[in-house]
């Protein structure tokens, strides 16, 4: 049974990351919560993830899984999963069903097979980032919340590892490129991109890029686009082949939309993370790479700015 949701924010470690709309319920920080009024049944959550869980001492189920099928070295250390390298879920009681937060250990060829994943059973991606530096292979972390019924979440916890497994069990050792040719420098058609986009580009040194910006503040100080508060893609290569890679701004209710818009547009999602604290509006920042003819790019970006407008939208609808 597909699991629905709506709007939440999650705040993980020293990454701020949103949820959108359509997908889970407001935490307000600084709101009060009421204690809930029952436990989670944590043998319903084993029959949905097929996996033993554990149970905290304030009624929280959780679920972990060790990340031991890939070898990680951090610095030349030999990492253990207890070390930080254990992907875990765990549910909370939240009104009649549960609240879920997570965090997913994906090596780079992992993150569009896990996110799609969990998109397809209902669960948010709340973040994307890393956690060391001189790791081999890279490691990165994928933060997912939800709420719903707790069995609908397990098994969305469930579909996202084994869909990371699958991509284990089609190749053991992470890949190290995303594969297709390689875009080689060439023409661009700076018109033609600018007609596919709606927007005005730029073109220099063999770089076609549309730039567009938003507004907020910071300590009373307004900031735009020159302080860099812009969504941005950027075209390399050729009109045959090319590469894209860009960055979304976006408010907190059109995280998820946004990122399931590049899913569908085909391209690869590689980070998600906020760029500044105490702004306001709160803003968020999603990063993404694609290869491809440059037009059927350009179209795909287009296609993710009409999605964030339309969530956009319906924010605002009376």
Not at 18 to 34: E, F, I, N
Not at 102 to 127: I, S
Not at 223 to 239: C, Q, Y
Not at 243 to 257: K, R, S
Request: glycine fraction near 12%.
């Amino acid at each position: 049974m597909r699991q629905t949701c709506t709007p939440w924010t999650l705040v993980v470690a020293a990454t701020l990351v949103a949820t959108g709309a359509g997908s889970a319920t407001p935490l307000l920080s600084g709101a009060r919560q009421d204690a809930p009024d029952h436990r989670l049944d944590p043998d319903a959550i084993l029959r949905a993830a097929e996996q033993e869980p554990s149970v905290a001492a304030d009624g929280v189920v959780r679920l972990t899984w060790p990340r031991d099928d890939v070898a990680v070295r951090v610095d030349g250390v030999a990492l253990h999963p207890a070390a930080g390298l254990t992907s875990w879920a765990a549910f909370a009681p939240a009104g009649e069903g549960a609240m879920l937060m997570g965090d997913t250990v994906v090596f780079e060829d992992e993150v569009d097979a896990a996110m799609d994943a969990a998109f397809e059973h209902g669960l948010e991606v709340t973040g994307l980032h890393n956690h060391f530096f001189f790791d081999r292979p890279k490691a990165f972390f994928m933060h997912v919340g939800g709420h719903g019924e707790p069995a609908d979440l397990a098994a969305g916890v469930k579909a996202t590892w084994d869909a990371i497994k699958e991509v284990r069990r089609a190749r053991p050792a992470p890949a190290d490129g995303f594969g297709g040719g390689t875009p080689a420098s060439g023409e661009l058609d700076a018109d033609a991109l600018a007609e596919a986009l709606g927007r005005e580009v730029t073109h220099q040194a063999g770089v076609v890029k549309v730039t567009i910006g938003r507004e907020g503040s910071m300590g009373g100080v307004r900031v735009g686009a020159s302080m860099g508060l812009t969504t941005w893609a950027a075209f390399s290569g050729s009109d045959v082949n090319a590469a894209i890679d860009g960055d979304f701004i976006m408010t907190a209710p059109e995280v998820q939309p946004v990122l399931r818009a590049l899913r569908a547009a085909g391209l690869h999602v590689v980070a998600l993370h906020n760029h500044m604290t105490g702004e306001t509006p709160a803003y968020y920042f999603v990063h993404f790479w694609g290869k491809g003819p440059a037009l059927e790019l350009a179209r795909g970006f287009r296609s993710v700015l009409d999605s964030q407008a339309a969530a956009t939208r319906d924010r605002d609808a009376p």
